[in-house]
């Protein structure tokens, strides 16, 4: 990387500064010596004094010579701080309501624990964050994008590529085999979890509900529900909310399980491939007076707090953000020894009263097939339509 000739002055004068802190010398050499030293001209070791002057880390005093400032110490460790510009999305609800807050909030507390300098940007779509990441960031600076429900274009793609002389993750969205640093959690087997518990209750009759924009995470989470219920010969419904990315998920929700509830019985189990559609989901089957937990039982996925703080707890599939928070700032430190890194987090089950207060974690039912116990444990290591060949 290209380092310009007053940035290299810069950066020597502030090692000298630190090496005479650490040997308790004030006084510096004369900006002659220290051009002499450098093999700079006179005129940039001047220009960047006068910087470090403005700064308040050194003085200058008439007839006697250039010192080091009282605060020096302190603007210096200001200095020493990385910068990471985190773009997310807008922010509309709550960190309880909402995982994309609470993640956005768990990455800004790590942030400024671990003392980065951290700018949170809220965008709108995957065309401003490129446009603003271009204007505010430069070579060193850090990157995490937080994407909104937008997908990805080939385009867009080759745009983050362009971004290889700085360290760039993007959170929470799976982008399969791509040279850019990636980190989420392994929605496949989020589905797959879901599926089993209906099962170890011996439920059959389930549905998904689709209260999430098309992505591809939410395909994942799908396709492994799917997965599970066709090795047992189960055909879910499907209740789509039709959400789009800007969308208030709760209310849309909510009315898509009205209308279905017109023209079809409840399922008697529901998976939700959100907590907040879920929030929305219960909202309907209150005002219908369908008992949730005995007539109709629920999962979700994510693991909101407001799951845990209903009358009625949610039962979820929780997405393990600390795991992630961890994996994102442990890869920015390691940055140059482990470039381009994808990483995968499983989730795990939070029981809730939503599957009824008397739901036993082992009460399998009679007509679930035993020999589907290894798939199930191993989770999606094995292959789909060998196990069903096997077992027809």
């Not at 650490?22 to 450098?38: C, F, H, N, W, Y």
């Not at 949610?314 to 890194?341: C, D, G, I, K, R």
Request: aromatic share 8%.
């Amino acid at each position: 990387m290209y380092t310009s000739l007053s940035e290299e002055a810069r950066n020597y004068i502030l090692e000298l500064i630190r090496r005479y802190l650490a040997d308790g010398i004030k006084k510096l050499p004369t900006e002659r010596e220290i051009a002499s030293q450098l093999i700079a001209s006179y005129a940039t070791v001047r220009l960047v004094t006068r910087q470090l002057e403005a700064e308040g880390i050194i003085r200058k005093i008439r007839g006697s010579g250039t010192y080091i400032s009282d605060d020096a110490p302190r603007i210096i460790a200001g200095l020493q701080r990385k910068r990471l510009f985190f773009f997310h999305t807008y922010m509309l609800h709550e960190p309880e309501l909402d995982f994309g807050v609470w993640f956005i909030r768990e990455i800004e507390k790590e942030a400024k624990k671990k003392n980065w300098d951290i700018r949170s940007i809220a965008v709108g779509s995957h065309n401003e964050f490129i446009r603003k990441s271009r204007a505010l960031t430069k070579a060193g600076d850090a990157i995490l994008y937080l994407p909104p429900g937008e997908e990805f274009l080939p385009e867009h793609i080759g745009e983050l590529s362009h971004f290889s002389d700085r360290p760039l993750i993007v959170l929470d969205r799976e982008l399969g085999d791509l040279s850019i640093s990636n980190i989420s959690t392994d929605n496949r087997r989020g589905g797959m979890i879901a599926a089993r518990r209906f099962l170890e209750l011996g439920i059959r009759d389930v549905a998904i509900f689709i209260s999430e924009p098309p992505s591809r995470q939410l395909q994942s989470r799908i396709q492994g529900f799917c997965e599970i219920a066709e090795l047992v010969n189960i055909r879910p419904a499907w209740i789509d909310c039709h959400i789009l990315p800007d969308d208030d998920r709760i209310t849309l929700s909510s009315r898509a399980m009205d209308e279905f509830l017109k023209d079809n019985p409840a399922p008697a189990g529901i998976f939700a491939v959100s907590d907040t559609g879920a929030l929305g989901l219960l909202a309907s089957l209150e005002a219908h007076q369908i008992k949730v937990g005995d007539e109709v039982k629920i999962i979700g996925f994510d693991g909101l707090a407001f799951g845990k703080q209903q009358n009625i707890s949610l039962a979820t599939v929780v997405q393990p953000v600390t795991e992630m928070v961890q994996a994102v700032f442990y890869t920015l430190e390691h940055w140059n020894s482990m470039p381009h890194t994808i990483q995968q987090f499983a989730p795990y089950f939070r029981e809730g009263n939503t599957l009824g207060k008397n739901s036993l974690k082992n009460s399998y039912s009679n007509d679930f097939i035993p020999q589907y116990m290894n798939f199930l444990q191993k989770g999606p290591g094995t292959h789909l339509k060998k196990n069903l060949q096997t077992n027809e």
